[in-house]
């Protein structure tokens, strides 16, 4: 079965440091979403992104994330300037549809440590 | 707005018994419900959806999901649990209004012992 994939699967990162987290989603797919999951805490949406714009946001995304796609292939998450906060698991995800053709695919994730 | 509960932080079940996890749903209009699975250093795996249809929803590996409206429930089943069945188990929902956003549970830990 095809893959997103992320890389690192680990980083670590001082306080006030800009980090990319990057996402190879599966290759036909149209629509790329983040995730992220705080140590005991739920998994929570972060972004959605199709047709190169920003198509949902959460408020947890603020002026700090931003999301892009610079080739054909990769799908990248940055934080501008990580807070302790940030820590965390994140998932890049793609999938095909949207609606009720949903069906997510979900990268290994990106374990985030900001000291 | 749109939320999930999923009321038991661990389930432990036998090997060859019925296994549930339970998930209830909040939503201002008509749910689609999603079981993702994860497991160790692996990222989220689809398991099954309901959307509309038949409230009994078959999926992968063997499990399925019911789906309740009146009692606004999504329990995942799987008859006989096998100990590779052991992983975190998510309940996802979204509102039909909504076309992107899939709102999780906290997630259960299933053990199957041997």
């Known amino acids: 079965e095809p893959e997103v994939t992320q890389t690192p699967s680990h980083q670590v990162t001082q306080m006030g440091q800009e980090v990319i987290l990057r996402c190879v989603p599966i290759?036909?797919?149209?629509?790329f979403y983040w995730y992220r999951q705080i140590l005991g805490q739920k998994v929570e949406f972060l972004v959605s992104?199709?047709?190169?714009?920003?198509?949902?946001k959460s408020e947890i995304f603020d002026d700090q994330f931003s999301v892009e796609r610079p080739d054909g292939s990769n799908f990248t998450l940055k934080i501008r300037s990580t807070k302790l906060e940030d820590s965390a698991m994140y998932f890049c995800a793609s999938s095909l549809g949207q609606g009720m053709n949903e069906k997510l695919f979900f990268g290994s994730g990106t374990q985030l440590s900001v000291l | 707005a749109q939320s999930v509960a999923q009321p038991e932080d661990q389930v432990n079940v036998a090997e060859g018994n019925p296994l549930t996890v339970k998930c209830t749903y909040s939503?201002?209009?008509?749910?689609?419900l999603f079981w993702y699975v994860q497991y160790p250093n692996r990222g989220l795996q689809f398991l099954l959806k309901?959307?509309?249809?038949?409230?009994l929803v078959k999926g992968s590996y063997g499990f399925e999901a019911e789906f309740n409206k009146s009692q606004t429930s999504f329990h995942l089943k799987k008859p006989s649990a096998l100990v590779s069945d052991s992983a975190l188990y998510f309940c996802a929902v979204r509102d039909e209004t909504n076309d992107y956003k899939l709102s999780f549970g906290a997630g259960t830990t299933v053990t199957v012992r041997a």
């Open positions: 939503v201002s209009g008509n749910p689609y």
């Open positions: 290759s036909n797919h149209l629509y």
């Open positions: 309901y959307i509309t249809g038949d409230n």
């Open positions: 992104f199709y047709n190169n714009e920003i198509s949902e």
